[in-house]
């Protein structure tokens, strides 16, 4: 209390600018936040990114390990009949190192069915 008065003592004016400053900050967190949340396009969209991302990151491992089991059995073919080119791998293999577009096609092809099937039931 103030001794003048017998009121409260008024608060100091820069310690309520700060206050006033520090709640504003926080409710446009929490007006940002809650806008995240009610915007189910950009929550799909998000959703289907990271699914394409993971499917395409799978799809060029499953690549690797193709290619990697093709050039391994390639060889125990190679080694068994003495000739890398008469076996029937090798060529498979040749083009799979050529040309990965078809795997990253279907990659892509996954990754816009899992999107697609995400947002159809996201309706429901």
Known sequence: MSERNGSAAKPDLAVLREEIKQTRAELG????ALAAKADVKARARDQ????????LAQAHELTGRVR???VTAGG???SATGHARETALAPAAERVR???????LVAAGLAALVG????V???R
């Open 29 to 32: 967190e929490t007006v940002q």
């Open 48 to 55: 289907v990114e990271q699914t394409r991302q993971r499917v």
């Open 68 to 70: 990697e089991a093709a």
């Open 76 to 78: 125990r073919a190679a």
């Open 98 to 104: 050529a040309d990965p577009a078809p795997a990253l």
């Open 116 to 119: 697609i099937i995400l947002i």
């Open 121 to 123: 039931r996201g309706r």
